[in-house]
């Protein structure tokens, strides 16, 4: 079972939550959460979110997670099982706010992938590992940001890319992996939550 909820602040609220960048964010999220990984769950929280950005003065997280969320200290918290009938449709539109990385074959080091294009292509070329197929000719690159914080003492630096159009599901196990676990990396920072709506 996952759940969806969608988490509003005002921004007297974010104020008062020092909602400043997406490590803020991460740590606001997650104290949503009771913290249960142990074992297998080390790798993963179970908690996905992408940051919605703020309009009419209020800011809005979207939240997918493997268990109910605590009654938040501040804001307002909507949460509903998501129906694994979701799951079941075989196109849809989506949106995801993803950290587009390849690993670099002189080095082996992780670097981003840079410039529209090339984001797109590398998008549409990973698609069938997360079981979908992507449809060229709707796919758009809507934003593409470079976010850096503080970690402790370390300064951390996340690419981050926007994408959206409509994808038609090639092998269903994969594709339900990709949404319940999430795709790509960075996602304790609000990346790899795939975005869906089913279409007839």
């Known amino acids: 079972m996952r759940y969806l909820s969608e988490y509003t602040l005002s921004l007297a609220e974010v104020r008062a939550l020092r909602l400043t960048d997406c490590y803020s964010l991460h740590r606001v999220v997650y104290d949503l959460f009771e913290d249960v990984r142990a074992g ?64 670099d074959n002189a080095g082996g080091k992780i670097v981003p992938v840079r410039g529209r294009e090339a ?46 159009g409509r994808l038609e599901v090639d092998d269903r196990d994969a594709f339900t992996r990709a949404v319940h676990d999430g795709i790509g990396r960075a996602k304790a920072f609000g990346c790899g939550l795939l975005q869906i709506v089913p279409l007839n």
Not at 67 to 90: F, I, S, V
């Open 40 to 103: 297998a769950r080390e790798s993963s929280s179970g908690i996905l979110f992408a940051d919605k950005g703020t309009r009419k003065g209020l800011r809005q997280t979207l939240i997918l997670s493997d268990r109910q969320p605590r009654p938040p200290r501040q804001g307002l918290l909507r949460t509903r099982p998501l129906p694994e009938t979701y799951l079941q449709a075989a196109l849809y539109s989506f949106e995801i706010i993803i950290n587009p990385v390849r690993r």
């Open 119 to 164: 984001v797109a292509q590398w998008f549409q070329e990973k698609s069938p590992s997360w079981g979908f197929a992507v449809h060229a000719p709707s796919l758009q690159v809507t934003d593409i940001t470079v976010e850096r914080f503080t970690k402790g003492q370390a300064l951390l630096t996340i690419a981050k890319a926007t994408l959206t």
